[in-house]
């Protein structure tokens, strides 16, 4: 598998980029992101926020309306069916559900890519399978079905799933949501160790604040459509901007107004009994 | 107010069009793109046992149900002229041309063609599809692909065992109880019915239904909202619009095939 240009340091480059959905909304304003080599970036902001919008538009699943997302060097939204399905095979991503696919069971997931992309023999598949699933700590689950999985538990499998292939880059869709503490702790462990032994570049998407800033290397937050601020998490908990601020604390109200959008509250009573 | 009702028609018009195209481009993908031999081949087996197989059972009753009510109201309608012993031709004909293409097809598009746009239209919600996609693997070549070349080799193959089952059906209830004499039902049945004229048009309809069925089906299905009631709604539409399709496409064929086109 060819590696892209060793001298860039920076693996996914976004630039100027601005995405609208079908329906005319928009969801990114001029947003430069640039996702370091080697490094845990994390991207937090609100729910709604589009996070897992930014995520689907590097794997080239969206196209942006304006501006430029580009992986290994790559133009990813410009790619031929073919090449973009030959960079894919370098990234992997870890959805929130996990997608595991509820036909067959977790060798067999975590089998899937490795049978689908390489000529290997069945005992080699066999000997990597395990190791995917020693590394997430669940090679004794092999022969469970996804049903029969918690969700944290799910989670890891999908995790041994996505570097089934040993990519060069990982995201994370929301790893943390919805875990109990010690799914969590596991997970954030996980996250950490995988980065660091097989050499990764991670992107977390996530609002868990305290977990993300805990193993993430440099952090960007996305408020209303743009990055409102970026750096090491320490200079971002240090950061006075408002907007920041209200997020890294979990301010009810602020910037990001507490109230949705509406007309004064008097027109709204005087409209009546009228149903919306 | 009635510029927004124009607007509404338009967008109604424009929303229709658009879903016109996307299925339009994913039949060309599935016809671009099948499944390659090593890996596809055992993917459509695998289809050809859920979809045609699995739908033996609820083609084999109905058929059989369907040629013994034929023989049953055709005898007591034929008797009246005298005319009992052309019952082998009127079943066979009416079966092999009309009803065994016809029920098979809306048969299947309830049995087969609902489950495909459901497992599809879930497997979308679970994310299985997105992260299928984002593996490298192509979703159209690995899940829709070989559902939709699964359905055209079953629905041939099971509306000529509705044909074989449902004249069976005749036979038992005309000649084993109505005491029509067998001969006479055998030998009338294949001096009338043409292998070609009958025979081959009943099997092309039923070949055009089968793909009109389950790409409606796998398309329901893939551009299905994923929530809950957006999969219910696409697997009522794959069967309704599965279903009308098969009976408007009927005419149109049958129009094409006695040659007043």
Redesign the interface.
Known sequence: MPKSDPKSDHLVEINNMSFQHENGKTVFHNVDIVIPRGKITAIMGPSGTGKTTLLRLIGGQLTPTDGRVKVAGQPIHALSHKKLYQLRKRMGMLFQQGGLFTHLNVYQNVAFPLLEHTQLSESMIHTLVLMKLQMVGLRGAMHLMPNELSGGMARRVALARAIALDPELIMYDEPFTGQDPISMGVLVKLVKTLNNSLNLTSIIVSHDVQETMQIADYVYVIVDKKVVGHGTPDSISRDSSSELQQFIQGLPDGPVPFDYPAMPLVNDFLQGGEQP | MSDNRLALVGQFGIDNLRQFGKAGILFYQMLLYPPNFR?GFPLVIQQVYSEGVLSLLIIVVSSLFIGMVLALQGYHTLAKFGASQELGPLVALSVVRELGPVVTAILFAGRAGSAVAAEIGLMKA???L??M??????PVR?VISPRFWGGFISMPLLAMIFNAVAIYGAYLVGVKWLGVDAGIFWSNMQSSVEFHADIVNGILKSIVFGIAVTWIAVFQGYTAIPTSAGIASATTRAVVYGSLAVLGLDFVLTAMMIGEW
């Open positions: 890996k679970t994310e299985q997105s992260s996609e984002m593996m490298a693997v192509d690995r």
